[in-house]
Structure formats: C-alpha cells, structure tokens
C-alpha cells in the first residue's frame, strides 16, 4: 500500500465522517422535533391506517383511558361482513399504542387482507385518575360487546389479539367473560413470570434484586401517584446494553443514506412514553412480575371472582420466540404446566392450546417484523376458524411452505402450509424450566417482596408522599434520561439552528466513502470491538445478577423465615383441583356415552371423520378448506353455523375419548338405509382426508374399517384423492 493511496483513503473518509455527522445530528434533530409533536397530539399513536373511535373509555361507569377504534378499511380492501371481526389490543409497557398496526404487513394488516373487519383498542398516554386494571378489563369487556353487536352476521365472535403486556389482561377477561371471545392470540406474551432457564432469561431476577415491589411504590410515590412508562422502557433497553448504547446508534450512522426513515419510525413508538396510576403497576409488578399469581389461579377480583385461566373457552394461540429475551418461551408457556398436570385435563376443561415458537426472531420482532406478519400472522388470520374447531388439546402450529407439488394446493390460503401437531405436556418440558429449588427461591423473593413493601408502606410512604406534589412530580418525569435523550435535540435547543443549512449541503454535496476504504474497514472492526465488549460485561453483568439472586433467596435461613417448607415437594404456585369439576365431568360423560347412537349422517361423518385423523395425530388446513367448500355445495351441511359445527365435532370427538371401540362401533347406527346415500357420504369422507395427500398406514387401516361400517368396499392404501367435489370444481 503506498502512501498516497492512505492519504486518499484518509481524505476520503474524513470527507464522508463529516457529512455522516452532520446527517446523523440532523436525524437525531428530527426523532427530537417528531417526539414532540408525536406527545403533543391529542391521541397519539403510530398506526398506519385511519381509524375512528367506536367506544371512548373516558365515558364508561368505571372510566379508563381506553379507546376502542375502527380500522378504515384501506382503498381496494374488500371485507367480507361474514367473517369474524378481529380485534387488537396493543401492550401498555411505557409505550404508546398503534405497534399492532404500525405498517401494510402487521396483525391488522393482514387480517384485513384476509377480509376480516378490523378493531383496535389503543389508550391515551396519561391515565383516569383511579382507575385500576379491573377496570380496564371492565372496558375491553364493553368494548367486546360493541364489536359483537356491530357484527351480527359474523360466522364468530371475535378474534382478539394480545400482544406482550396486553395479552395476559386478554387472557384475565377471557377467563372471567368467556362468552365473549373467539379464538384469543397473545403474542410475545409473559404469563409464567418465575419459568426460565438457568443462565439465560436474567430479566425474571430484577424483582427479588431490587427488594421487590417496594421501590415500585417509591417510585409511582415520587411521581405523585403516577408512574413513569419510561421506567419500563428503560427495563427493556438494560437488556441489550450492546444495542442500547452502540448499535442502534452505529446503524443508524453507517447506514445514514438509507436508514433515516425507518429508524425514525420506529422511534417514534420507542420514545411515545405513556403513564399508569399507581394502582395499576402495583397490582401488575406484585400479582404478576413478582407474586406470578396469574397461572396458579390466586388472582381474585373485587367481588372475590377467581381468576381461573381454565375457564377460557375459546382457543388459545401462544406465539413465542426464542429469540425473545422479554417474554422466552417458558414464560409464554411454562403456564400450562401451572395449570394442568397432563393434556386430557386440558381436554377434560374443553380447552384447546395452540402453540408455536419461532426460531430466532426477538421480542419486538414478533410484532413488528414484515417477514413475522406475513407468515405467522398471516397463517393466523387466515386459518382462524380452522383454529377454532379444532378439538380439545394441545397443539404446535407447524408452518411448512407451499410448492408446486404440494397436494391440493389450491385448498392452502396463501403461501405456507399451516399444520396443528398433537403435542404433550413433555414437549412443553422440553424447553427447559424451573427445579422445585428454583421455585422455592422465587417464592422466597415473593414473600421479601410483600414484607419490604409493607416495612415501607409503614414507615416511609406517608413521608415520601407528603413531600413530594405535583410540580415536582412533573419535573422528575422531565428529567428521565430517557425523555432528555429526545428533548436535547427538539426545538428548544439553541444551539442546534445551523443543522438545517448544514445538513442540506451535506446531502447535495455527498461523497460517501467506499467499503475498500481501509478507515471505513478499521471503523467496523472498532464497531465490532466495542459490541464484543458489551456484550461481554452483559453476560457478566448477567451471570452476577443470578449467582446474588440464587445466594440470597436460596439461603435456607431466609426461606425458613420467610415461611418456605424445603422439605415440601410440592410446588409454592400451582393450580387447586376442584371436585365439582371432577364431578360435572362424570356426569358429561355419562350423557355423551348415552348420545352414542344419536344423530344422523352429518354426526357418523364427523365422528368417522376425526377417528381416522385421530391416527394421523395432527390436522391440515387443507382438511377444514375441504369440509368448509362441502359446506357451501351441500344443502344438507349448510343447516349448521360454524359455532353448532363446532360444538357437534367436539361432542363427536369426546366420545371416541371416552370409549373409542364402542363409539366407532355405533356409526353403522347412525348411517341410513339407502346405500347409494352411504355410497355419496364416504366419498365426501375420503375426499376430506385425501385434501393433505394420500392416506396410509394406521390411518388407513381405520378409513378401511369405517368403509365396512358403511358396508362399502374399502379404497386400496395410498390410492390418488379423487378430488372432484372440494375442489371447487377443478379436478386435481
């Protein structure tokens, strides 16, 4: 390398660093200038699509800050009035709403695509004095309702989606207002706060660290009654040292020619911070972060109702990732085992568990991700009433993609194949979780918790309280970092006036550097070193936080006085059994073991139907777009709803769980006497089963079986689908 040749690279990069800086502080000016006006609006949000508002919140008995909104169907996007409305409630963490719908590909977007009418629960930034989580539930409850009402036709109650924080309130009021609910989505949502993996998952360690809830008190105290969402926001960026305080600014500056407009959308949700009464983070952070009261059933409402997540009797779709260090898989679904202790008391409550877990995405990603929502959301919207009449159990979402030789591809929506695997509660333990040990030790950290928030509500609150007003409230929200950072560069800084001239020429006058400039190669092995190093005192910071929390809770001393029993081995949080439900099953039982011979020819397909697929052991999109084509043909099929076909394929499906033999056995009693209307059912039975491919093995072997009950000669094994009536038409 000669030394001319430095030169020029050191002149070229000097050239290109200057115009990069100056570009970089115009962008840092203009996430300033939009911050502002962004808190300025009267309803500040970051959806992309109009909306207007159906029910103000403000305006219920028990006012909130909620608002339920319409999404305006886009120019060219046509819904279909019979499809069930899907609703979407945005998380209240320390942002403002709209991430649901923040472009063309998210959760809205795509169920818009997919016909479906569109609603969205957002909230305004500053809260309704008093008012409290139950009240928010009591609102999201009015707001269901509006929706139903304002849908009459729909094939369904709504689909509600409940991403990150909102989806454990979704999953409260769906177990205390079931009525309400069609198929419930959470996604990226914590449900089981204590469950992670030792080593991994450090955020679950904050509370019992920080002493527990007390200095949640402190700080909602210190903002008279109200407290800052920058706080939690500030908890999410602690988690990525390496992007928070080098990466997302170094992209944004290696990539200022192309990168300014995105960046800048996404802060303005990042920096939109909103606020919670003090009632509500005390009752999230004590029942939920920390107590982990949810799953075990120990959260009551004020009129002493449990709320028992086994009551929800809609579908449930779990979408996790892990690649999410917020909300890893075992806290989306370590749940279920809090809950159930194997999948026929899942079955045996009617409920129905659908999970899948994305390889690597994180946690923001799994809301605003294109690639996430045109594939995951996608599927979801498309298939949802294929979610909904799936039977009682646990299930992973497989998504494979469609191709040419993909059999019956024009019963798949869109472009991946949507498959429900059976699973079982082992697959859950699979990912890994909590020993009894390290159970006592957060129910150790609980118990801290309770007794230093009283110590402090007894001996310091009344003093913090009345020393602090509302004026200074306002100015120590002022001064979050988090807020300055954005204030700094917003339009009541002076000194940043010549940015404007400055960063024009710049853009006019650009001369980026090329990626051979050996300066622009030394940058990056720089930018490289310094995320190393960042990452490295995250890990230790990490490794740390769990060795003190695992040595102070652990402590056999503490747990004694804390009341912990070492030698129990039960778990300290897990769902109570009930002999009334025990006993309501027996007798369910009863009558469905009487129902065996009852019915017609639409039940002895349904039940011929799933003992067949049950050999399968999962359930193809394709199947259900088979059966709903039927439906739309048959006269006789369409005297069903969607909802009365679904709870006949329940009923048809418990009772080949309650005594498999006897039941198969009765569907030569439900069949007519006319042959050729035999003939006609088990072609549309074999058409059904043959929509995903050919049907073999054990499978087989049953469709054979069912052929004799019909006193049909069976089909030979592996035989080509005839595909004639499901396919609209078009032969295969």
Same mark, same amino acid.
């Given at each position: 390398m000669s030394g001319t040749d430095l030169m020029s690279d050191a002149m070229a990069y000097a050239v290109d660093a200057g115009q990069r800086w100056t570009l970089y502080l115009e962008a840092m000016r203009r996430r300033g200038l939009?911050?502002?006006?962004?808190?300025?609006?009267?309803?500040?949000?970051?959806?992309?699509?109009?909306?207007?508002?159906?029910?103000?919140?403000?305006?219920?008995?028990?006012?909130?800050?909620?608002?339920?909104m319409r999404i305006v169907p886009p120019d060219g996007v046509e819904i279909d009035p019979r499809k069930r409305p899907f609703v979407v409630v945005d998380p209240r963490a320390g942002h403002g709403p709209g991430i649901g719908g923040f472009k063309a590909d998210s959760e809205i977007g795509v169920a818009l695509k997919a016909g479906h009418p569109c609603y969205f629960v957002g909230f305004l930034p500053d809260p309704v004095p008093g008012q409290t989580i139950e009240d928010i539930g009591r609102a999201e409850a009015a707001?269901?309702?509006?929706?139903?009402?304002?849908?009459?036709?729909?094939?369904?109650?709504?689909?509600?989606?409940?991403?990150?924080?909102?989806?454990?309130?979704v999953m409260m009021l769906a177990a205390v207002r079931p009525e309400l609910f069609g198929p419930v989505i959470i996604a990226g949502s914590p449900l089981s706060y204590w469950a992670g993996v030792r080593g991994h998952n450090p955020m679950r360690y904050?509370? =019992?660290?920080?002493? $527990?809830? /007390? *200095?949640?008190?402190?700080t909602s105290d210190l903002g008279a =009654?109200?407290?800052? $969402?920058? /706080? *939690?926001?500030?908890?999410?960026?602690?988690?990525?040292?390496?992007?928070?305080?080098w990466s997302k600014q170094y992209n944004l500056y290696s990539k200022i020619d192309t990168e300014v407009e995105r960046y800048l959308g996404f802060e303005k949700w990042w920096g939109g911070h909103v606020t919670l009464n003090a009632e509500e983070i005390q009752f999230i952070v004590d029942e939920l972060f920390v107590g982990n009261k949810l799953a075990s059933g120990d959260i009551r409402t004020s009129d002493g109702t449990t709320i028992d997540l086994r009551n929800i009797r809609s579908p449930i779709v779990v979408f996790c990732s892990r690649g999410d260090n917020i909300t890893p898989p075992q806290q989306a679904l370590d749940w279920i085992l809090d809950l159930y202790g194997s999948v026929d008391e899942i079955r045996s409550y009617g409920q129905t568990i659908i999970y899948t877990v994305h390889d690597t995405i994180g946690h923001l990603g799994i809301f605003v991700s294109a690639g996430v929502a045109r594939k995951e959301h996608q599927e979801f919207a498309s298939n949802i009433d294929f979610i909904d009449v799936l039977p009682p159990g646990l299930y992973e979402a497989i998504f494979e993609p469609k191709s040419p030789d993909?059999?019956?591809?024009?019963?798949?929506?869109?472009?991946?194949?949507?498959?429900?695997?059976?699973?079982?509660?082992?697959?859950?333990?699979?990912?890994?979780?909590?020993t009894l040990d390290d159970e006592r030790q957060f129910a150790t950290a609980a118990r801290v918790s309770e007794t230093n928030l009283s110590l402090y509500r007894a001996l310091a609150q009344p003093f913090v309280r009345a020393a602090v007003n509302p004026a200074m409230a306002e100015a120590f929200r002022k001064l979050h970092p988090l807020r300055l950072s954005y204030e700094m560069f917003g339009a009541n800084n002076p000194f940043l006036s010549w940015l404007d001239d400055a960063a024009g020429e710049a853009r006019r006058d650009r001369l980026p550097a090329g990626p051979d400039n050996r300066f622009v190669k030394a940058q990056e092995q720089v930018s490289h070193q310094i995320v190393e190093g960042l990452e490295a005192w995250r890990k230790a910071v990490e490794h740390q936080s769990e060795f003190a929390f695992r040595a102070i809770y652990g402590s056999p001393l503490l747990q004694a006085a804390m009341g912990i029993d070492r030698d129990d081995d039960r778990r300290p949080r897990s769902a109570g059994g009930s002999e009334l439900h025990r006993e309501l099953i027996r007798r369910r039982i009863g009558e469905l073991r009487a129902e065996f011979g009852s019915g017609g020819l639409?039940?002895?397909?349904?039940?011929?139907?799933i003992y067949v697929a049950l050999a399968r052991g999962s359930a193809d999109e394709r199947g259900f777009t088979a059966i709903r084509r039927l439906r739309e043909q048959h006269a006789r099929a369409q005297q069903y709803s969607l909802a009365e076909f679904k709870?006949?394929?329940?009923?048809?499906?418990?009772?080949?769980?309650?005594?498999?033999p006897a039941a198969v056995a009765a569907i030569r009693d439900l069949l007519p006497a006319d042959r050729a209307e035999r003939r006609a059912a088990y072609a549309i039975l074999t058409d059904v089963l043959a929509a995903r491919?050919?049907?073999?093995?054990?499978?087989?072997?049953?469709?054979?079986?069912?052929?004799?009950?019909?006193?049909?000669?069976?089909?030979?094994?592996?035989?080509a689908p005839a595909r004639l009536r499901v396919a609209g038409g078009k032969k295969a």
């Open positions: 939009q911050y502002e006006q962004h808190i300025a609006e009267p309803l500040p949000n970051v959806l992309d699509y109009q909306a207007e508002v159906i029910v103000d919140g403000r305006e219920l008995a028990h006012a909130v800050n909620y608002l339920l707001f269901l309702e509006a929706v139903i009402a304002r849908h009459p036709e729909a094939e369904g109650k709504p689909c509600v989606i409940g991403n990150c924080q909102a989806g454990w309130a904050s509370g =019992g660290l920080l002493g $527990g809830s /007390w *200095l949640t008190a402190l =009654g109200v407290f800052d $969402g920058a /706080w *939690l926001v500030q908890n999410f960026e602690n988690q990525n040292p390496a992007n928070t305080l993909t059999p019956s591809a024009d019963l798949v929506q869109g472009d991946w194949i949507m498959r429900c695997e059976a699973r079982d509660l082992d697959d859950i333990r699979a990912f890994g979780g909590n639409v039940e002895a397909l349904m039940r011929s139907l709870t006949k394929l329940r009923e048809q499906y418990f009772m080949l769980l309650i005594d498999r491919g050919p049907v073999t093995g054990e499978a087989a072997e049953r469709l054979a079986e069912i052929a004799r009950l019909f006193d049909l000669d069976p089909p030979e094994e592996g035989a």
